[in-house]
C-alpha cells in the first residue's frame, strides 16, 4: 500500500518527508495525527470507567450501559469502509477536519441528553466520525514513510490511542468520579479542538488526496476485490478475535476493581492508567518487530497472553496480582493485535485507499464483539470474571487458528509476497 501512494499524483517521485524519515523517527504530521487519534482514543475508551456511573444516571443495567462501547465499535466498523469510499476522493485535510468537528459535536449532544436511546446515537455517529478519520488517516500515513515501514507508522498513529488509555481515559474516569460521566463528554469535546488545529498544521490542504483512475492506483471496484483474498481476511480474523479479547474484559475492569479486588473507586483509574502503559510498551514493540518479525510476536506473545487471561480469572481477587496483571495484559494484547492489524496493511497493498478502512473494520468487529459475549456473562454464574473467560477463550481461538498458519500469515521479509 504504501509502495504505491507515495508517488500517487506525483510520478515517482520520492516524497521529501521520507527521505527525511530515519530509523529512529517518524514525519511530524504522523504525530500531530495521534494527537487527533489521542482525542478519539479517549472517548472510544472512556466508557470503560464510566459504566456504572452512566448506568445509574440513565436507570439502565450495567450491561446495556456496557453495549454503549459495542455501539461505537459497530459504528466504527461500518464507518471505515464507508467513510473511507466517500471520502477518496477528497483532499485529506478536509476529510479529517471534517471527521473532527463531528466528532466534537456528537459529544456535545451526548453530555446534555438524558435519554440514553439519544446517548446510544451519539456514540454511532461519533464512531462513524472516527472510523473516517482513523482510516483516512492510516491511508495518509502510507504517504509519510517509506515502503518497509508500516508497522513503524501504525504504532505512532495508535501511541495516539495509548496515551489515551494512559491519560485520556484515566482522566475521565477521575472527572466522572470527582463531577459526573457527563463532565468526560465535554472534555472530549474540548479535546478535539487541539486535535483540529494539528490536523490543519499538519497535513497540507491540498496533500494526499488519491483519487480513483490515477496511475498506479486501483479503482474502488479492484479495492472492495481485495476482501476475497484468503489471507487478508485470515489476518483480519486474527486481529479481530486479539481485540474482541481485550475489549471484553476491558470494558468491564471498573466492576473488577471494586467488586472482585474490594478497591475503592479511586482505584478504578490507576487500574485503567496501569492497563494504559502497559498497551503504550505493547504498541512501541510491536512497531519495532511488526515489520520484520511479526511471527515471534505471536508465537511468543500469543501464549503469554493466553496464560495472563487465565491467571487474571484465578488471582483477580489479589489486588496486587490485579495491578500486575493490567499491566501485562495492556502489553500483550496491543503488542499481539497491532502486530495482526500491521499485517491486514501489508496484505491491503493493493487496496490503497481502503486498506486503512480494513484495518480499521478488523480492529473494532472486535471491539464490538468482544463486550457484547462479555455481557451476556455478567447475568451468569461468572459473576464479575465472566469477561475475563471470555478473553482467554477468545485468545486461545486465536491460537488455534494462527499457529498451524504462522509462516502464511507472518512470513520472513526476504519471502514476503509483493
Not at 530509523?23 to 487527533?36: C, D, I, R, T
Not at 500483550?332 to 495482526?340: C, D, K
Not at 485507499?353 to 463486550?371: E, F, K, R, V, W
Request: charged share 10%; with cysteine.
Amino acid at each position: 500500500m504504501f509502495t504505491r501512494t507515495l508517488g500517487a499524483g506525483r510520478g515517482d517521485e520520492t516524497s521529501p518527508l521520507v527521505s527525511l524519515t530515519s530509523e529512529f523517527s517518524m514525519p511530524l504530521p504522523l504525530y500531530l495525527l495521534a494527537v487527533a487519534v489521542f482525542a478519539m482514543g479517549t472517548s472510544e475508551f472512556m466508557l470503560a470507567g464510566l459504566v456504572p456511573d452512566i448506568a445509574t444516571s440513565l436507570n439502565v443495567p450495567i450491561g446495556a450501559a456496557g453495549l454503549l462501547t459495542s455501539a461505537f465499535a459497530a459504528g466504527m466498523v461500518v464507518g471505515a469502509p464507508l467513510m473511507a469510499a466517500l471520502a477518496r476522493r477528497w483532499p485529506a485535510r478536509a476529510s479529517l477536519l471534517g471527521f473532527v468537528l463531528v466528532f466534537a459535536m456528537a459529544h456535545v449532544v451526548g453530555a446534555l441528553t438524558t435519554s440514553f436511546a439519544v446517548l446510544l446515537v451519539t456514540r454511532v455517529i461519533a464512531a462513524l466520525a472516527n472510523a473516517g478519520f482513523l482510516a483516512v488517516a492510516l491511508s495518509t500515513a502510507a504517504t509519510l514513510v517509506a515502503p518497509d515501514q508500516k508497522g513503524r507508522a501504525l504504532a505512532v498513529l495508535l501511541s495516539g490511542t495509548t496515551m489515551a488509555t494512559i491519560a485520556g481515559v484515566p482522566g475521565g474516569a477521575l472527572l466522572g468520579t470527582v463531577f459526573s460521566w457527563r463532565s468526560t463528554f465535554w472534555a472530549i469535546a474540548l479535546l478535539c479542538l487541539p486535535a483540529a488545529l494539528g490536523v490543519v498544521k499538519g497535513i497540507p490542504a491540498r496533500g494526499g488526496k488519491i483519487r480513483s483512475g490515477t496511475v498506479g492506483i486501483s479503482s474502488l471496484r479492484d479495492e472492495i476485490a481485495q476482501l476475497t483474498m484468503p489471507r487478508l481476511l485470515l489476518v483480519m480474523l486474527l486481529g479481530a478475535l486479539v481485540n474482541a479479547a481485550t475489549f471484553a474484559t476491558f470494558t468491564f475492569l471498573a466492576p473488577i476493581v471494586t467488586d472482585t479486588a474490594g478497591l475503592g473507586q479511586l482505584w478504578v483509574p490507576a487500574v485503567l492508567m496501569l492497563f494504559g502503559t502497559g498497551s503504550f510498551v505493547g504498541v512501541t514493540l510491536a512497531g519495532r518487530l511488526s515489520d520484520r518479525h511479526p511471527a515471534i510476536v505471536i508465537a511468543v506473545g500469543g501464549p503469554l497472553l493466553l496464560l495472563g487471561w487465565i491467571a487474571l480469572g484465578a488471582l483477580a481477587p489479589q489486588p496486587a496480582a490485579l495491578l500486575l496483571l493490567a499491566v501485562t495484559q495492556g502489553t500483550l494484547s496491543f503488542a499481539l493485535g497491532a502486530t495482526l492489524i500491521t499485517r491486514v496493511l501489508y496484505e491491503a497493498t493493493d487496496a490503497p485507499t481502503m486498506g486503512g478502512s480494513y484495518a480499521t473494520a478488523a480492529l473494532n468487529i472486535g471491539a464490538a464483539g468482544g463486550p457484547v459475549v462479555a455481557a451476556a456473562t455478567l447475568t451468569a454464574d461468572a459473576g464479575d470474571l465472566g469477561p475475563v473467560r471470555v478473553s482467554g477463550l477468545l485468545v486461545a481461538v486465536t491460537l488455534l487458528i494462527a499457529l498451524p498458519f504462522l509462516r502464511v500469515i507472518a512470513p520472513r521479509p526476504d519471502r514476503a509476497p509483493r
